[in-house]
């Protein structure tokens, strides 16, 4: 851009969460966005050592709380680009449940996705990046594919393939084919019970770009990281050789 005497500047970003009026939104460097969010709010680059080394959930003196991390899980670790704060949790909710504008959401977190990658996985990256799959059907609670669609704009960026990002066309590595139970407010055998229901529900396409693979599975939000496990149990019974998570935001629990 050009300031009123022809110099070349380059403008400020407006801060999360005003993407929308910010004059760099159509500028295609992901890197921008995720520099803007993480000031806006404190994303972490890596896991900070007062967090769990296999969840990233908040220690309490140094113990994770997460039955999950004490339990028979099959994944790996599960990574996290930020903390469900107010604002990224505000977006994240309106995102996936409100009104179809709000979907270009999907574009700023697709950038934090690719970005987060990029820079924590660009020297070790996993062979396939894959989506938590959306229910979109009868009885489903939404109406659009909102993690895949974050991977397809994740993908995008990733020009030289660097990250296999399965982008959500009709051929996506996870599919799910019906609704399951919904564990929000239950206790951890409710969430377990969903988590397992869910991964049941999974449909696996193109098993050659899972066997003997490193899978990476996004999602956007973590609580337990119960319904990752679940995931991550089917992938392995389908030959997949590590499984691991990351998701945009992790909800931090009050101890």
């Known amino acids: 851009m050009t300031d009123q005497r022809g110099s070349t500047y380059i403008p400020r970003p407006a801060g999360f969460p005003s993407c929308s009026v910010c004059p760099l939104w159509k500028r295609d460097d992901p890197s921008t966005c995720f520099d803007c969010v993480a000031a806006s709010v404190g994303i972490r680059m890596v896991v900070p050592r007062e967090s769990c080394e296999i969840c990233s959930q908040a220690t309490l003196d140094g113990q994770c709380r997460n039955v999950l991390c004490r339990s028979d899980r099959v994944i790996s670790k599960i990574h996290a680009i930020a903390r469900m704060t107010g604002p990224l949790g505000t977006r994240i909710k309106r995102y996936k449940y409100g009104e179809q504008r709000e979907?270009?959401?999907?574009r700023v977190f697709g950038r934090l996705v690719y970005t987060w990658l990029e820079r924590n996985m660009l020297f070790d990256p996993p062979n396939i990046v894959v989506a938590n799959p959306t229910y979109v059907g009868p009885l489903g609670?939404?109406?659009?594919?909102?993690?895949?669609?974050?991977?397809?704009?994740?993908?995008?960026?990733?020009?030289?393939?660097?990250?296999?990002?399965?982008?959500g066309n009709p051929m996506s590595a996870?599919?799910?084919?019906?609704?399951?139970?919904q564990s929000a407010g239950g206790g951890w055998y409710d969430k377990r019970t969903a988590a397992i229901e869910h991964a049941n529900a999974i449909d696996i396409f193109a098993l050659s770009d899972i066997r003997g693979k490193r899978v990476l599975v996004y999602d956007d939000v973590c609580t337990t990281g119960l319904q990752l496990d679940a995931i991550a149990r089917v992938l392995l019974d389908a030959g997949a050789d590590q499984v691991e998570g990351l998701v945009l935001a992790r909800q931090e629990w009050n101890y």
């Open 103 to 106: 979907r270009a959401w999907g």
């Open 174 to 181: 996870l599919t799910a084919r019906h609704a399951t139970q």
């Open 141 to 167: 609670r939404h109406d659009f594919h909102h993690t895949e669609l974050v991977l397809e704009h994740a993908a995008s960026y990733d020009a030289l393939g660097t990250f296999s990002i399965d982008d």
